[in-house]
């Protein structure tokens, strides 16, 4: 494999996690200032803010999937 693939992985990577941690960040921005247009949460969301959220199940899910490529990657002998 070419030595560009190896880079795109590190990029994506790279560009996955700083999305994951500027999302931690505004999703605390937006849980300090208390909008009034906001209507009330179902108590299950409520308790399970993070595994509810389809956002953050995105990353996690990418960020699963690339490094299950890369242990396949490397399985076959490729790194």
Do not use: C, W
């Not at 899910?61 to 399985?75: E, H, Q, R, T």
């Amino acid at each position: 494999m070419s030595q560009y693939v190896y880079v795109f992985l590190l990029l994506i990577f790279l560009t996955s996690l700083v999305s994951l941690v500027y999302t931690f960040k505004i999703g605390q921005e937006v849980d300090r200032v208390k909008g009034e247009y906001d209507g009330e949460v179902n108590k299950v969301v409520r308790s399970h803010h993070i595994m509810r959220n389809p956002v953050f199940l995105a990353y996690i899910i990418g960020i699963v999937l690339i490094l299950g490529y890369v242990a396949y990657l490397m399985a076959q002998g490729g790194v």
